[in-house]
């Protein structure tokens, strides 16, 4: 970046922030809402914001793009993905404090929150950024995968 012009590094910068920042699950719905909205509205322009959407969107899709592989791979995933929050929901009783949903070992439906996260999470994500993709080819096959994966559910 240091060959970037001063303004293009303090965009560059920004965008990178703001999509890390963007990584946290407490945005997701904020996120999907908003792409979602703007789909129907000359969408995407040339603006930062626009941009910094697109890109933020995009990681996450990258993200949980587990969902879309074969099922052995998927089950893995999901299989570590709650070993952490199992650990988190730990870490939260260790210091006394209210045990955020799913993060429950002893209380927590690992099926049902598999198919909840996977349909009120993963699917709706997955289905309008494959509107802003439109591509034909890539939505026929990831999409077929996606229920695939889903229909085990």
């Known amino acids: 970046m240091e ?22 699950f407490s945005r997701h719905f ?4 908003e792409l979602k909205t703007k789909l129907g509205n000359n969408f995407p322009t040339e603006s ?5 959407l697109i890109m933020s969107v ?16 998927f089950f ?32 927590t439906n690992k099926e049902k929150a598999f198919s909840n996260y996977l349909n009120v999470v993963c699917r709706p994500l997955f289905v309008t950024y494959l509107i802003l993709v439109n591509d ?3 939505n026929n096959s990831k999409f077929r995968q996606m229920n695939q994966t889903l229909s085990a559910y």
């Open 48 to 52: 930062l914001e626009d941009r910094t």
């Open 30 to 33: 904020i996120l999907l809402t």
């Open 58 to 73: 995009s990681l996450r899709v990258a993200n949980q793009f587990k969902v879309v592989r074969d099922r052995p791979v």
């Open 3 to 24: 060959n970037m012009p001063l303004e293009l590094q303090k965009e560059t910068r920004k965008i990178i922030i703001d999509m890390v920042l963007n990584t946290d």
């Open 76 to 107: 893995k995933w999901m299989d570590m993905m709650f070993d952490e929050f199992y650990k988190q929901g730990d870490m939260e009783k260790v210091l006394e404090l209210p045990i955020s949903k799913f993060m429950d070992r002893e209380n």
């Open 136 to 138: 034909e080819e890539i």
